[in-house]
């Protein structure tokens, strides 16, 4: 598990009980070393997702314990049935969205404080 979906389960953990997932609280609960600017960034593109409260490796343990002498394809098969690509696809998608969100309201603060200006002139 990345230092990020560490993350991310934290906030939504915490969100789940109805506190407000802060960088003190999540940094609290880690098990992993995270640089503040990570913990910062994260929680800054986080949304929250109740159900993503546990590692997705253990989400889905319906992979057998063969699964060592599998090829990668049959491992490959494994996850998509078991939904765990999707999932971290969503997740990723979910945080890129939140930054483009941001970015696009940011360049809409600044075109009007811009027509603004022009406006006086």
């Not at 941001?102 to 600044?110: D, F, R, V």
């Amino acid at each position: 598990m990345t230092v990020i979906d560490e993350i991310l389960i934290c906030a939504n953990q915490l969100a789940n009980v109805g506190t407000k997932p802060t960088v003190a609280l999540v940094k609290a609960k880690l098990t992993q070393r995270a640089p503040l600017a990570i913990v910062i960034t994260t929680l800054k593109n986080w949304q929250h997702q109740p159900d993503f409260i546990a590692p997705i490796n253990n989400e889905k343990k319906e992979i057998s314990d063969d699964s060592s002498t599998k090829d990668s394809s049959e491992l490959l098969e494994s996850l998509l049935e078991n939904g765990v690509i999707k999932k971290v696809i969503q997740q990723s998608l979910a945080i890129e969205l939140a930054e483009l969100k941001k970015e696009l309201s940011e360049m809409k603060l600044l075109i009007n404080n811009l027509g603004e200006q022009l406006a006086k002139k």
